[in-house]
């Protein structure tokens, strides 16, 4: 019995990259398909936004000389790669998937619209959200949040490396603890790292919880949403 209907997966384009330091690394690539491809066989209404940081980031840009603006679409289009990898390789598996971006690319993607958006999700097809919000200045994390909010999410789910939000840094600091539940002013006023200001405050205002949980343990993202207590729980 699964504990959401819909939800936003939000997954690091740093990532994908596996041992090498750029590019898309074939192995985590097909554990990510595998995971999304079991919330497809509970029945969960599944959107998905990756980062673009295996292949370009925007802000580390700008020291190699590069326009923010033009950056930051740089890092845009960097993010319809990665959608399209994830596309294909739950094709792959048999899994319905459509690729939406923010920026016009047809053929490669369809174009975001809330309302097809949905009307896929009730008909149990994976959503990818490329293309960020399509505008500069804004983060993949801030697309997680506003996606999820246009979509009516339950939950935004952020998988990273480490399993959930802790007091420091725990791959700096071995004696950092673990919170198993935040709320939202307790995470802004021990200024934790969870999000991007923007991307924190929409889930804060929308009422939208956020879970912080490790996506490279295999079948942790099954266990989440069957209601396991897996990761930290930011909330109001």
């Not at 898309?24 to 990510?32: C, G, R, W």
């Not at 996506?215 to 897996?230: A, F, Y």
Request: aromatic fraction near 6%; hydrophobic fraction near 40%; include cysteine.
């Amino acid at each position: 019995m699964a504990a959401y209907q819909r939800i936003l997966l939000k997954l690091s384009g740093e990532s994908l990259a596996g041992t090498s330091s750029h590019g898309i690394d074939p192995v985590p690539l097909e554990q990510f398909a595998d995971e999304v491809a079991r919330l497809h066989h509970l029945g969960i209404e599944t959107g998905v936004v990756i980062g673009g940081g295996n292949i370009f980031r925007g802000v580390t840009g700008m020291a190699g000389g590069f326009d923010r603006v033009k950056g930051d679409y740089m890092g845009m289009l960097a993010t319809a790669i990665n959608g399209l990898a994830l596309q294909s390789a739950l094709h792959t598996k048999g899994i319905p998937a459509r690729l939406f971006t923010s920026i016009r690319m047809e053929p490669a993607a369809e174009f975001w619209n809330r309302d097809l958006v949905v009307k896929s999700l009730i008909n149990k097809e994976i959503c990818i959200f490329s293309g960020g919000t399509g505008n500069p200045f804004f983060t993949t994390d801030t697309t997680a949040a506003l996606r999820a909010v246009e979509t009516s999410a339950e939950v935004l789910l952020k998988g990273t490396r480490v399993d959930g939000v802790y007091t420091s840094d725990p791959e700096k600091n071995p004696s950092a603890t673990r919170y198993d539940q935040l709320t939202f002013d307790e995470a802004i006023d021990k200024n934790l790292k969870i999000m991007d200001q923007t991307a924190f405050t929409l889930c804060r205002e929308n009422n939208l919880p956020i879970i912080v949980f490790d996506m490279n343990t295999p079948g942790n993202l099954r266990r989440l949403v069957q209601g396991e207590k897996i990761g930290t729980i930011i909330r109001k």
